[in-house]
């Protein structure tokens, strides 16, 4: 079993988190992961992201559930964004990232770039 980067396990938690669209516990959020991580993996990804502010939880008898606190969608464009500031080319980058959708991802794109206004 190959491991995930720690940042790769966070976005999968946030995604599933998303995905449930209400509140999960630790154990249920753990088999809607692939890999079978360990509870006690699971656990401290949400405590990290608890502390981050980007999941929410509620006490229920001695166990918690946790929801997203942040929108999916801002979330995931900010990283993306910050990602792209780092880069000494981002019309290169801009340019492989493009390369790489699908075609349903991509017609998307164009969606939203009409819509904005900006040319294609």
Known sequence: MSRRQLGQLEAEVLAALAASGGLVSARELRARLDGD??????????????????????????????????????????????????????????????????AEEARALRDVLEDSGEPR
Do not use: C, W
Not at 41 to 52: A, P, Q
Not at 55 to 83: K, Q, W
């Open 37 to 102: 991580p360990a509870y006690t993996t699971v656990n401290t990804i949400l405590f990290r992201l608890l502390d981050k502010g980007l999941v929410a939880r509620v006490r229920e008898g001695r166990h918690f559930t946790y929801r997203l606190a942040v929108d999916e969608a801002r979330l995931v464009a900010g990283r993306m964004h910050d990602h792209l500031s780092y880069a000494s080319n981002p019309s290169s980058v801009l340019s492989q990232f493009v390369q790489t959708l699908s």
